[in-house]
């Protein structure tokens, strides 16, 4: 799964709509429907607020682990 797929996969998961991560990652919610799409790349930070807000590691997010890891902390 890339992590188009896998951000779209978290949100449905979780019973979001793009409003509501797109707020919890500071973007608009078009800038965020252009990340599900691929039509934009999601630069590191928001990747590193997804992880956070869904309390799941990079690797995860990212697509490449399927083990759901918490979000490492400090």
Partial sequence: ????????????????NQTVVATAIHVAQT???DYEKGKVRIPVECLIELAKFY????????GVSD????????
């Avoid at 309390?55 to 990212?62: L, S």
Wanted: include cysteine.
């Fill in 55 to 62: 309390n799941v590691d990079m690797n995860y997010i990212c």
């Fill in 67 to 74: 083990v759901k890891n918490e979000y490492p902390k400090k």
């Fill in 31 to 33: 800038t965020y429907s």
């Fill in 1 to 16: 799964m890339n992590y188009t797929e896998r951000i779209k996969s978290l949100r449905e998961d979780n019973d979001y």
